[in-house]
C-alpha cells in the first residue's frame, strides 16, 4: 500500500500539481510561521503524554514554590535561573539583537513604564517545537524584566497569555484563537500567522479597539501592522544557496522542503535560496514541495528521492521540515546534503554526526524580547523600526561546539 501511495505522490511530483518555486527576488521584509507536521498516531500520543507531564511537574514546582500562573499556566512571578536582560546582556544573542535590530535598543527597558496590569495577548503558530518554546521564553524573561523594574506584584503584574494551534496548517483554528483573545480586550496583540492574508480582519480590529499589533516570524498583509520583528528570511535564503553550491561543487540536483507556503517566512526563505542559484548554473533545482495537509513530508520527501535519484542537496526551510528529510535520508542509501532552517535536538545531533551540513539559527528568544519590548513601545506611544531585524547564525561541525552558539541552539 506504502508503494503505492509514494508511486502516486511521484506521479503528482512530476505532473507539478505539488512542485512551486519561488522566482520573485524581494528586498528584506520591513513588514511581515514553525509548522507542525503530520505525525504518526503513536507520535502524537508520546507528544501529548509528555506535554502533560511537563504540566503536571511545573503546576507540583509552583505549588511548592508558591509561584504564580496565569489562566495559560505560564509563570507569572520570578521564576528561577531566568534568563533576564541582565544576566543575557553579554550573550551573543541579546548582542546580536541589541546590534542589528533596527534605530532602537529593544533589549532595553529604560524608556518603558507600561501600567500596572497590562495584558499581552500573543497567538503563534504552534506551542510545542523548540523554536517557539525558546520564543516563549524570551516574552516570558521580558515581561518578568518588566514586572521587577516597575516592582508590580500580585494583581497589579503585567500579565501574558500564549496560544497557537496544535498544527501550523490549521489557518481556521488560529483565526479563531485570534478571535477569542480580541474579545478580551487585551492591551496589546503579538501574531505569528500561518496565512499571511487570512488576518487582516482581526489587525483591522484591533487596530479599531485601539490594540496595537506587532507581528513576529511572519508577517502579514496589513498596513496597520506597528512592527515586524523577524529573521531576514530571505537573507539567509541567498546564503543557503551559496553554501549549498559550494557543497555540491557548483554543480548537480538540489530539492526544496518548505514549510505552507501561505507563509510569508517560508515564501522569503524559497525565494532568497532560488533566486541566488541562478547565479550557480550547473545546479538545477528540480523540485519544490510544500507542507500540506494531504500528505506529510516525510512522504514527499520520499517521492522526490525515487523520482530524482541524482538528488545531491536538499535545503529545508524549518525545523519540522528538515527533521522530515533526515529522516528519509537517513534510512536511504542516498549521499544527500542537507541544509536546515533552525536547530532542533534532532538537527543538533544530525549536524554533530555529519549527517546535517549545518543550519540556519534563528533568534527565537532573541524574538521574543524584542517583540514584548516592541508591544509595550507602540502601547505607550513611541516609535518602532517597521522591520526588527532579530538576526542569524550559520552553524555547522566545526561551529556546533563553540560556547557563544549555546543559546542559539532549540534546547
Avoid at 483591522?204 to 498596513?223: C, F, H, K, R
Amino acid at each position: 500500500m506504502k508503494k503505492a501511495i509514494i508511486g502516486l505522490i511521484c506521479l503528482m511530483l512530476a505532473t507539478g500539481t505539488v512542485v512551486g518555486c519561488g522566482s520573485k527576488k524581494t528586498e528584506p521584509e520591513e513588514s511581515q510561521k514553525n509548522t507542525a507536521e503530520k505525525v504518526d498516531k503513536s507520535e502524537k500520543e508520546q507528544a501529548e503524554s509528555e506535554t502533560k507531564e511537563e504540566d503536571k511537574k511545573t503546576e507540583e514546582t509552583n505549588q511548592e514554590t508558591g509561584k504564580e500562573t496565569d489562566t495559560n499556566g505560564n509563570k507569572t512571578s520570578e521564576e528561577e535561573g531566568s534568563k533576564t536582560a541582565e544576566n543575557m546582556s553579554e550573550d551573543l544573542t541579546m548582542k546580536v539583537l541589541k546590534e542589528q535590530a533596527g534605530t532602537y535598543d529593544y533589549t532595553s527597558l529604560e524608556e518603558l513604564n507600561p501600567e500596572q496590569g497590562t495584558r499581552i495577548a500573543v497567538v503563534v503558530k504552534n506551542t510545542k517545537t523548540g523554536f517557539w518554546k525558546n520564543v516563549k521564553k524570551g516574552m516570558d524573561d521580558a515581561v518578568e524584566d518588566l514586572n521587577e523594574k516597575m516592582g508590580y506584584k500580585g494583581e497589579d503584574k503585567i500579565k501574558i497569555s500564549f496560544e497557537g494551534p496544535g498544527n501550523e496548517t490549521d489557518v481556521e483554528s488560529q483565526i479563531n484563537i485570534i478571535d477569542a483573545v480580541l474579545s478580551e480586550n487585551p492591551s496589546i496583540l503579538c501574531l505569528a500567522a500561518i496565512d499571511m492574508e487570512s488576518c487582516e480582519p482581526q489587525v483591522e480590529e484591533a487596530t479599531l479597539n485601539g490594540i496595537p499589533v506587532v507581528v513576529l516570524d511572519s508577517g502579514v498583509q496589513s498596513e496597520q501592522v506597528n512592527a515586524v520583528c523577524a529573521t531576514d528570511n530571505y537573507a539567509a535564503g541567498v546564503e543557503a544557496a551559496k553554501k549549498m553550491a559550494e557543497a555540491l561543487g557548483e554543480k548537480g540536483q538540489v530539492a526544496i522542503m518548505a514549510h505552507v507556503e501561505t507563509s510569508e517566512s517560508s515564501q522569503k526563505r524559497v525565494a532568497g535560496f532560488t533566486d541566488e542559484m541562478k547565479n550557480h548554473p550547473e545546479i538545477e533545482i528540480v523540485n519544490v514541495s510544500y507542507e500540506n495537509e494531504e500528505t506529510s513530508m516525510s512522504e514527499l520527501a520520499e517521492a522526490v528521492l525515487k523520482l530524482y535519484p541524482e538528488v545531491k542537496g536538499y535545503y529545508c526551510t524549518n525545523e519540522i521540515a528538515t527533521n522530515n528529510v533526515l529522516d528519509i535520508v537517513n534510512t536511504s542509501d542516498k549521499e544527500v546534503k542537507v541544509i536546515g532552517f533552525d536547530s532542533g535536538e534532532k538537527q543538533i545531533k544530525a549536524v554533530k554526526d555529519g549527517v546535517e551540513l549545518g543550519m540556519f539559527a534563528q533568534n527565537p528568544y532573541g524574538m521574543g524580547y524584542a517583540t514584548i519590548v516592541a508591544g509595550m513601545r507602540a502601547d505607550l506611544g513611541l516609535e518602532n523600526d517597521a522591520f526588527i531585524n532579530t538576526g542569524y547564525q550559520w552553524i555547522d561541525s566545526t561551529s556546533i561546539e563553540l560556547p557563544e552558539y549555546k543559546n542559539y541552539l532549540y534546547k
